[in-house]
């Protein structure tokens, strides 16, 4: 008798265990319907459920990773579950770690270089979505079939929305020799510029076979990092020695941008940025945004808005552990708030806004605003839709959703130009309590 393969929820047959931590397992699976090989990662709920700080991280990492799809990051297939336990289908990658790679012995300059530039490219995009690692080294850093690398392991990365309101993050989180020393000063750290310290860390070790800041002492170490104390071996290049001694600068103000490090001529050296593909981008980013403004600005608008059920307006505002939202296919930046004033008090007010700080401002049906940014920016203009939905003949909720641009853009937008202008309308955000700004209901017009 063969033995009995095991299926998973009908859709893969899995394999051999790969790797095990504290709450997790990660297993070799195949895909029954197409015959592709992904790793699945395993995890109890009970486990998670227990450790409030493991539950935070797991939701984070899927959040993070549902918004970074770059061909130099190892991709998040989907998520599913059980009563019992959590499902992670990833990318399998074969090549294995690159730390086993440098392991070995010193890199040569073209191949260090040729990982540095799939890093930076990775890390760049990264950026652009609002998401900061935290954990670079080469152990994190996978390669595929064909030699190329895959960031892996995002489970200590930031959001952009999660910094102080100081603007900065405070957790101290990271392998200690590619930590930047802002990092281990614990006195708040720009999440970019601790990513680019560790990139500088990694292009060393590529270069070198070994680390710039070692000691078996860990706070003699620590202090080397804080002084910038390290050699260069004989058979580095000077122009790579010069673009290390911008990557490994103390003070992260004065360290060399992504921008900057793009470009640096020995960088550029056969460099081919990637096609980043996203889970985000919506059809209305391969459309003539100005045609479509015009084409929906005519459309007929009904009377009165959507109106959510109790249950829909629980599920939209709960910033609970749910873990429905975990299982979408597709999911787009974006936020929620309650207003007591009325729907077309609520949209005039965000269409004053949005002319305010220089968007164009369409109406569209079915209560619906899309605002249309005059700058390019990174991945072209941002454009937002808010959307507003009855709950009560007293309470409307607001959704506001990215409909294209680049997502820390976005959220800049969202975060610091219009939670403050629609202060006075805005009854409560999802992680405020529902009788925290009472004083907006005095504040509506209503209509």
């Not at 990662?41 to 486990?47: H, L, Q, S, T």
């Not at 209305?284 to 015009?294: A, G, I, R, S, T």
């Not at 429905?324 to 597709?330: G, R, V």
Request: hydrophobic residues 40%.
């Amino acid at each position: 008798m063969g033995e009995t393969k095991k299926i998973l929820l009908g859709k893969y047959e899995m394999g051999r265990l790969l790797g095990k931590g504290a709450f997790a397992k990660v297993y070799y699976a195949t895909h029954l319907a197409t015959g592709e090989s992904v790793a699945i990662k395993v995890i109890k709920k009970d486990e998670v459920i227990k450790d409030q700080r493991m539950m935070e991280q797991i939701k984070r990492e899927i959040a993070v990773m549902r918004l970074v799809r770059h061909p130099n990051i190892v991709e998040l297939k989907e998520v599913m579950a059980t009563k019992s336990k959590i499902f992670f289908v990833m990318e399998y990658v074969r090549g294995g770690a690159l730390f086993s790679k440098v392991a070995r012995g010193r890199l040569k300059e073209e191949a260090a270089r040729k990982y540095f530039q799939q890093l930076i490219s990775a890390v760049d995009f990264c950026h652009s979505r609002g998401v900061f690692h935290r954990d670079i080294k080469p152990e994190n850093l996978l390669l595929d079939e064909n030699g190329d690398l895959k960031i892996s392991d995002f489970g200590l990365s930031a959001l952009y929305e999660h910094r102080s309101n100081d603007g900065l993050f405070h957790t101290q989180c990271g392998t200690p020799a590619y930590i930047a020393p802002e990092v281990l000063r614990m006195k708040g750290y720009d999440g970019a510029k601790a990513d680019i310290w560790s990139c500088g860390v990694v292009l060393y070790v590529l270069l070198a076979g070994f680390l710039p800041f070692h000691d078996e002492n860990l706070i003699a170490m620590c202090k080397k990092i804080f002084r910038v104390e390290y050699d260069f071996p004989p058979w580095f290049s000077t122009e790579s020695k010069r673009l290390i001694l911008k990557l490994l600068v103390a003070n992260p103000g004065k360290r060399i941008s992504i921008s900057g490090i793009m470009r640096v001529k020995w960088f550029n050296k056969g460099f081919r940025r990637p096609n980043a593909f996203s889970m985000q981008e919506s059809m209305f980013e391969k459309l003539d945004e100005d045609e479509k403004f015009v084409h929906e600005a005519f459309k007929k608008s009904p009377s009165s808005p959507a109106v959510l059920n109790a249950f829909q307006f629980i599920s939209t505002m709960s910033t609970g552990f749910d873990l429905s939202t975990m299982f979408e296919a597709h999911t787009k930046a974006d936020s929620t708030f309650t207003s007591r004033c009325s729907a077309r008090a609520t949209l005039g007010k965000i269409e004053m806004v949005g002319k305010t700080l220089g968007f164009k401002v369409a109406r569209m049906k079915d209560f619906k605003l899309r605002l249309l940014g005059e700058t390019e920016g990174r991945k072209g203009r941002l454009s937002v839709t808010a959307e507003v939905f009855k709950v009560a003949p007293e309470v409307t909720v607001v959704e506001l959703s990215k409909s294209s641009g680049d997502t820390l853009e976005y959220i800049k937008f969202r975060e610091e130009d219009i939670r403050p202008a629609l202060k006075d309308i805005v009854w409560t955000w999802p992680e405020n309590s529902v009788f925290e700004s009472y004083e907006s209901d005095r504040k509506c017009i209503k209509q």
